[in-house]
């Protein structure tokens, strides 16, 4: 098994920008990408890594770890056959994508991806190349696997051949023991580009090279270089939410979504462009953020409207939800969501609308160059946010930011207009504006105090575009991207945010159950009058104890089940309510009854239930905010 010196995310996102591209080097999309991992595996500056380095034996070579091709082509240059030793079948496939250009390259290049122990050779080799580089320092704790890598593949060195390894200056020492222990007595160091890398050569006998490097750094000659600085390797980190495998189940949903909103707008002509977090991710991490839930997409004014109108496009699973289509409202943006799923908000407890698993689809208006116009139309769009907000959601006491008596008088207000006339007023005020303006803005967000919810984008930023992979999905990616994500998140959107427990998703999401389904579970409180059985609250005592509170006086509770991990001894009670053990209930009860999950992990409660046979019960949480939570110890810390 070889060390991978890349964490997933980044592999992902290397390989995206080798499959979009069409040439061995990526530079022309680099541009779009400030990030030095992207521009250190995709980038004509590889070259100059290698081809200084003097090759007497030009007939073979072997390259081990090269999991992107980054040498592997100034190899292919200087040698007549080239095997490489990768990784996975994935990185093999983009190598051999990121070399077909090159001439005879079926006959040089040979790209096996199978594990390093397994690797039986005929051949030796008069130069063995090792890609030991990495910017996670995570991965090159374990020296144990690079030793025996090492170890093993230098069998195929011929007896005067040479070891070559690329590696970074601080594991440099640890390389040169590895090589000293196997007989690799002499050996030079050099360190070509002046950014970390260093290149050790070495050999059993003293034949080592006369190594001359240019009085020039490439990478000061670098326009990527100059513009984002030098990519100097170092350390990177991830760190996965608890719901983590859901969360990759959901983006595979999210993926066929956009799949299916692409092929529509490719055939109407529609211009789509990745936004926010979306257009980050593949800029930066070559797709989805590697932990994200969401998918967000824009189009301008006039693409949008057009698209409002092709709802008999999305048929089948597919549903184009917008303010018209269905009882919500989501402050003048539309959603195309997968029936077939479920994404509960607790914003739609008691709404009857379709909440499967969405994307996010964003109209991008003009602007007012006048100052006082733009805040003008700003306070407009607000105001009609909250007579939308009144119509779906009314039966909250208090919305948003609005103080009870502010949020009943725009209930009232919003009795007197017809929904539809408030979205046409809505969307004409958002699409005011100057031709002349040199912003575009995204206007659906909802302004809690200050008017500052409008998102601005510089016209200019939206003029070009080039074509990048976004999951294996083909989008138009605004060159200007990195101004973009820096207008939209500051200098430093492209460092990745840290683990954080409280992180909330977009939804209480299930990838195989249809909405409906959960939607009857969390609101069956909403018609008690239909609970006819006893009441049995099975979870956490805390939480049980909140529920009886609440609906005591309204419904027969005549048991409180525990969860096994809480101990019962002897008769106890929650507030007058007979509480038992999970194993002492199912040993003893045969009455019908009718069972309320109280349960801060809701897919667990599900589970232990189905197990004992019930199938037909309801979900209460103290705190329905807790349906979003990514990591379940944080509502335990809550509780």
């Not at 130069?127 to 093993?152: G, N, P, S, V």
């Not at 945010?497 to 409906?516: A, L, S």
Request: proline share 3%.
């Amino acid at each position: 098994m070889f060390m991978l010196f890349y964490s997933s995310m980044d592999s992902k996102t290397i390989l995206n920008y080798i499959n979009s591209c069409n040439s061995p080097y990526c530079d022309d999309l680099l541009e779009a990408s400030p990030f030095k991992d992207v521009f250190w595996n995709t980038s004509v500056l590889r070259k100059a890594s290698l081809s200084f380095y003097p090759i007497k034996e030009k007939d073979r070579v072997l390259v081990v770890g090269d999991n992107f091709g980054a040498i592997t082509g100034v190899l292919l240059e200087k040698f007549e056959k080239v095997t490489s030793l990768v990784n996975l079948e994935e990185n093999a496939k983009a190598i051999i994508h990121r070399y077909s250009s090159y001439p005879n390259v079926k006959e040089k290049l040979n790209v096996l991806s199978t594990k390093i122990e397994a690797y039986k050779s005929l051949n030796k080799y008069p130069y063995i190349f090792f890609y030991f580089e990495h910017f996670d320092e995570a991965k090159t704790t374990d020296f144990l696997i690079a030793r025996e890598q090492i170890t093993q593949i230098i069998q195929s060195v011929k007896e005067n051949g040479k070891i070559i390894i690329l590696t970074n200056k601080a594991d440099a020492d640890f390389y040169i023991s590895v090589l000293s222990a196997n007989g690799f007595i002499f050996s030079q160091t050099i360190e070509p580009l002046k950014n970390g890398e260093i290149i050790i050569e070495a050999s059993k006998t003293d034949n080592l090279s006369i190594l001359t490097l240019p009085s020039t750094s490439p990478t000061e000659e670098s326009m990527w270089c100059r513009k984002f600085g030098i990519p100097f390797l170092e350390e990177l980190s991830f760190s996965s939410d608890q719901d983590f495998a859901l969360i990759q189940k959901v983006c595979k949903v999210e993926i066929d979504l956009l799949s299916k909103l692409v092929e529509v707008c490719k055939k109407h002509n529609l211009l789509l462009y990745p936004m926010y977090g979306s257009l980050l991710g593949i800029i930066r991490d070559g797709g989805m953020i590697l932990g994200d839930d969401d998918i967000d997409v824009a189009l301008p004014r006039k693409d949008y409207d057009t698209l409002m109108g092709l709802g008999d496009e999305f048929t089948g699973k597919y549903f184009l939800q917008t303010p018209y289509s269905d009882c919500c409202f989501f402050g003048g943006y539309a959603k195309l969501r997968n029936t077939q799923t479920t994404a509960l908000h607790p914003r739609n407890w008691w709404v009857d609308c379709n909440e499967g698993i969405s994307i996010d689809i964003f109209p991008i208006d003009k602007t007012f160059t006048n100052i006082h116009k733009e805040k003008s139309k700003l306070k407009k769009i607000k105001q009609l946010q909250r007579l939308l907000y009144a119509k779906s959601y009314g039966y909250f006491r208090n919305f948003e930011d609005m103080p009870l008596l502010i949020w009943k008088a725009y209930k009232y207000a919003g009795k007197l207009i017809s929904k539809d006339k408030l979205v046409d007023k809505l969307y004409s005020v958002m699409n005011e504006g100057n031709e002349s303006s040199i912003q575009n803005a995204i206007y659906t967000h909802y302004a809690h105090g200050k008017l500052d919810s409008a998102r601005y984008i510089k016209k200019q930023y939206l003029t070009k575009a080039v074509s990048l992979h976004f999951e294996g999905i083909e989008m138009q990616v605004p060159l200007m991207a990195d101004s973009i994500l820096r207008s939209l998140y500051g200098e430093q959107y492209n460092i990745q945010q840290e683990f954080c427990e409280e992180k909330k998703r977009h939804g209480f999401y299930d990838t195989d159950i249809p909405y409906k389904v959960y939607k009857k579970r969390f609101s069956g409180l909403k018609h008690i009058a239909n609970i006819k059985n006893d009441v049995i609250c099975f979870g956490n005592s805390s939480i049980i104890e909140d529920f009886i509170k609440a609906y005591k006086s309204r419904l027969s509770i005549s048991k409180a089940v525990l969860f096994p991990e809480e101990q019962v001894n002897g008769e106890t009670y929650i507030d007058s309510v007979l509480t038992q053990s999970w194993n002492t209930f199912f040993s003893k009860n045969n009455a019908p009854f009718y069972a309320i999950i109280c349960y801060p992990d809701i897919r667990q409660a599900e589970k232990m239930l189905v197990e004992r046979g019930i199938k037909d019960y309801c979900i209460f949480l103290a705190n329905r905010d807790w349906m979003l939570s990514a990591n379940t110890s944080w509502i335990w810390k809550c509780i």
